[in-house]
């Protein structure tokens, strides 16, 4: 077998699996990857989800986080209703932060335990600017996250990885205590995407 058929087997599979198993989208794979190797989600956690459409993190982290947890997600793109008790989704532009602190605070008035982004620009297919598009939304979460995270707070971030990731890992260290890189299997091999796994929020740089 070709590595290009074996890619594309791989990439199927995944497809199926979320498919079968009722999940809105494939993504969902690589949070339980996360999840099972470094248990970031607790019961009871209070967590915020950025760029949540269609819905799949969204699905899982509603089990994880039980009943008395709760998942708020937003994205640029309506959410359909999911059914879900615990979980609570609006639509905006992480660039617009004043709406999105509007709508986190219409909400809820607690700090998050956990934030993840699965955020990513609609890619062009030349990697230097995608990569830096990337890198801008991450600088709007990382800033979502310094007025919305718990001291000793985690967060889990997506990033195309590229020319400006070492400036910008710089500045999360300023934020996070320990940070760790993560490449899921579920993961395209030829996507520059990583997941940042950033724990223990500190303070403001
Ligand atoms: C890979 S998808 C997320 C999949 C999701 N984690 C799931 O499990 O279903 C990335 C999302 O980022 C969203 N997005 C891109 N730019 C955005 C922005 N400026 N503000 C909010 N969401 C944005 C897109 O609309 C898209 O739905």
Redesign the pocket.
């Known amino acids: 077998m070709s590595c290009m058929s074996r890619h594309y087997e791989t990439q199927d599979y995944y497809f199926e699996l979320a498919k079968q198993k009722g999940f809105?989208?494939r993504?969902?794979f690589k949070?339980q990857e996360i999840q099972e190797k470094y248990r970031i989600i607790k019961k009871n956690h209070h967590v915020l989800?950025?760029?949540?459409?269609?819905?799949?993190?969204?699905q899982i982290l509603s089990t994880w986080v039980g009943k008395d947890g709760q998942v708020i997600g937003?994205?640029?793109?309506k959410t359909k209703d999911l059914g879900l008790d615990n979980v609570k989704t609006f639509v905006?532009?992480?660039?617009d932060a004043e709406e999105v602190q509007k709508q986190i605070k219409g909400l809820t008035s607690k700090n998050f335990n956990i934030i993840i982004s699965?955020?990513?620009?609609?890619t062009t297919g030349t990697a230097d600017y995608d990569q830096y598009q990337s890198i801008l939304?991450n600088e709007k979460v990382l800033k979502l996250a310094q007025s919305n995270l718990c001291l000793g707070g985690d967060m889990i971030l997506?990033i195309f990885q590229g020319s400006d990731f070492n400036e910008f890992l710089a500045k999360l260290k300023k934020s996070f205590k320990k940070i760790k890189i993560f490449k899921p299997k579920a993961s395209r091999a030829r996507s520059s995407e990583i997941y940042l796994l950033c724990y223990n929020f500190k303070r403001k740089p």
């Open positions: 809105n989208a993504s969902v949070l989800d950025v760029g949540c459409f269609p819905g799949s993190f969204l937003f994205d640029i793109k905006a532009d992480v660039n699965d955020i990513a620009p609609n939304l997506k």
